[in-house]
């Protein structure tokens, strides 16, 4: 018994030895991130309103479709529809991505003014941002279509902030960490967004226990917190038409 037990720690440090961080493929992100995100990390975006969480988390997912990474985005303060456009303003054409099954969103916002709104391949959708039962479902069969089809894919969640206000803490808690845990073991690497300024700081310190790492924006700088090998400087950014550049 003894010996299994030596072997199998044996083997999980030589997995661990073989993990190799992904990058990103956004300009000065994966510079700051010491080469990328390694697989299965939970890290969230903490900033204030228009600084540039959404564009990051949009360019995430399309950067990684464009590098074979599948995507799933998750939609809870605005629909498909705007999202689409947004992406499409910024030269990011899906419908390659929607076609061969890489991309797909879970649209929680838009069927509370379109109850009659049907799904399709490439698009779920949810009642609303408090129908957490309903969201922690669709992501489920996410993980198990992402796992069966691709293996390894990225997540963005915009926002975490629409599913606090819309629940009491004690429920959102349980459903971040369920979620983060579930995404973490099923190999996703996944990206939140939260609103700095909106919430208590006992709920934010509560988000952050559960993530892997935080990138906190603050008036055109960024930093990290809490990725092993990240820089934990201030780093200037400019949001641009096809996403963010850092420096």
Known sequence: MAGNSGQGVAEQTAQLAK??????????????????????????????PLCGKKPLLMQFIYEGLRSDIPGV???TDFGYKEWKTKMASSGWD???????????????????????????????????????SAISLQLA??????GQNFGSYNLAFHSLSSLLEESTPSTFHHFLQFTAGKLRKSGATSIYSLELGMHDEKDVTMVEHIMDGVIEFQEGKVRIKGLE???HNWHDYTIMPHGIEIR
Request: charged share 15%.
């Open 19 to 48: 993990k190799e961080k992904i990058p990103t493929q956004i300009s000065g992100l994966d510079s700051i991130l010491g080469g990328g995100l390694f697989q299965g990390t939970n890290l969230l975006l903490h900033g204030s």
């Open 73 to 75: 985005f998750v939609l």
């Open 94 to 132: 899906l419908a390659p991505f929607e076609k061969n099954g890489a991309l797909h969103v879970i649209d929680c916002y838009s069927s509370q003014f379109e109850p009659s709104l049907q799904d399709e391949p490439h698009i779920s959708h949810v009642p609303s941002p408090n129908a957490l």
């Open 141 to 146: 069969k996410m993980q198990e279509k992402m």
């Open 229 to 231: 090998g990240a820089s």
